[in-house]
T-cell receptor, first 120, second 111 residues
C-alpha cells in the first residue's frame, strides 16, 4: 500500500540514550517532514527536507538531527535523549503542483502512523 | 498570536447535526489543508485547497483568501466523525514549503 511508513511505533529510552526514527515514503514525493505532537501544543515542525540532499530546521530542532538519505527516506536522530523529548513523532511527505497564473495549487499530503517516544 | 487560529476549541454535536469548524490565518498562503486525527490514531489529509470550495462525501471545505478564513462543514454528522480536526497552511512561497498548523478542534458527535 502506498503511504508513509515510520518505525518504531513505540520506544522507551533512558535519559542520555540515542535512537533513530526511520521514515520512508513510496509516492515519489520531494518534500518530507518530521513533526512532534504534544498535548495542547499542536503539531510542531522539527525538520523539513524539500528534496534529496537538503534539510532545513523547523520550529523545534534542538536536540535532533536528520538525514535525507535518498528521495524515499528521511530519518530523525536523537543523540542524547531528554525527558522533554517525550512526545509523539510524525513523519509526513507531500507534493504539490501549480499549473500557472490563474490556476490553483493541487497536491497531496500523507502522514505516517506516528511513533510514541517516552524518555525516562 | 498564533498564525493559525481554530474555533471553537471543543465542539459537541448530536448525530445528524450540521457542523462547522473554522480556521483563520494571519499570513499570506498558497494553500490550506484540513486534516483529521482520530483518538490515538494517525493523521489523514481531508482537503487541500487554495480557492473556492471542495466537497468529498459529507465533508465540504471552503476558503476565502481575501478574508484569510476557511471553514470545514460536516453534513449529517455521525459518531465516527468524532476526531480532532486540524487546519494547516502553506506559505505564499509555495505549497511545497513548510506547513504551519493550528492546534486543532476536538469534535465529539453523540449518538
Amino acid at each position: 500500500n502506498a503511504g508513509v511508513t515510520q518505525t518504531p511505533k513505540f520506544q522507551v529510552l533512558k535519559t542520555g540514550q540515542s535512537m533513530t526514527l526511520q521514515c520512508a515514503q513510496d509516492m515519489n514525493h520531494n518534500s518530507m517532514y518530521w513533526y512532534r505532537q504534544d498535548p495542547g501544543m499542536g503539531l510542531r515542525l522539527i525538520y523539513y527536507s524539500a528534496s534529496e540532499g537538503t534539510t532545513d530546521k523547523g520550529e523545534v530542532p534542538n536536540g535532533y538531527n536528520v538525514s535525507r538519505l535518498n528521495k524515499r527516506e528521511f530519518s530523525l536522530r536523537l543523540e542524547s535523549a531528554a525527558p522533554s523529548q517525550t512526545s509523539v513523532y510524525f513523519c509526513a511527505s507531500s507534493e504539490a503542483q501549480y499549473p500557472g497564473q490563474g490556476g490553483e495549487w493541487t497536491g497531496e499530503l500523507f502522514f505516517g502512523e506516528g511513533s510514541r517516544l517516552t524518555v525516562l | 498570536k498564533n498564525e493559525v487560529e481554530q474555533s471553537p476549541q471543543n465542539l459537541t454535536a448530536q448525530e445528524g447535526e450540521f457542523i462547522t469548524i473554522n480556521c483563520s490565518y494571519s499570513v499570506g498562503i498558497s494553500a490550506l489543508h484540513w486534516l483529521q486525527q482520530h483518538p490515538g490514531g494517525g493523521i489523514v489529509s481531508l482537503f487541500m485547497l487554495s480557492s473556492g470550495k471542495k466537497k468529498h462525501g459529507r465533508l465540504i471545505a471552503t476558503i476565502n483568501i481575501q478574508e484569510k478564513h476557511s471553514s470545514l462543514h460536516i453534513t449529517a454528522s455521525h459518531p465516527r466523525d468524532s476526531a480532532v480536526y486540524i487546519c494547516a497552511v502553506s506559505p505564499y512561497t509555495g505549497a511545497n514549503s513548510k506547513l504551519t498548523f493550528g492546534k486543532g478542534i476536538t469534535l465529539s458527535v453523540r449518538p
